[in-house]
């Protein structure tokens, strides 16, 4: 996995949610990089480990290797007609999550895609 040039990926430091730089990074595997990253803020100077993965596809390689096997995201689901879509909350989707985001795991309570403290 490379990265790409240009506008770069941000993560913000948990601590005091200034910017973190990327200092180094290893490829564990073609679709998972785990990257060390160090905030900006001197008086902070949070260093911590993060993780890049490609979850799925979203829509197929012109040149697939056929070593790497993708779940394919669903079709985007449409908004439900509700009286809360007319006064500008939040539309409801088929399957209660937002527009883009896949079932994950088995073992998911909701089904829904989200971020979760690990507590590392």
């Known amino acids: 996995m490379t990265m790409a040039t240009g506008p770069r990926l941000s ?10 730089r990327t200092r180094s990074s290893r490829a564990v595997g073609p679709t998972y990089k785990q990257l060390n990253m160090q905030c900006s803020n001197l008086e902070c ?15 197929p390689s012109a040149r697939p290797n056929p070593e790497i096997n993708l779940r394919m995201a669903p079709p985007r689901s449409k908004a439900l007609p509700t009286p809360a879509n007319d006064d500008g909350a939040p539309a409801k989707f088929a399957g209660g999550c937002g527009p883009e985001v896949p079932p994950l795991a088995a073992n998911d309570d909701d089904g829904c895609a989200e971020a979760v403290a690990t507590g590392a």
């Open 11 to 20: 993560i913000d430091c948990p601590h005091c949610g200034q910017k973190a």
């Open 45 to 59: 100077g949070h260093t911590f480990a993060a993780a890049l993965e490609i979850l799925y596809t979203i829509a």
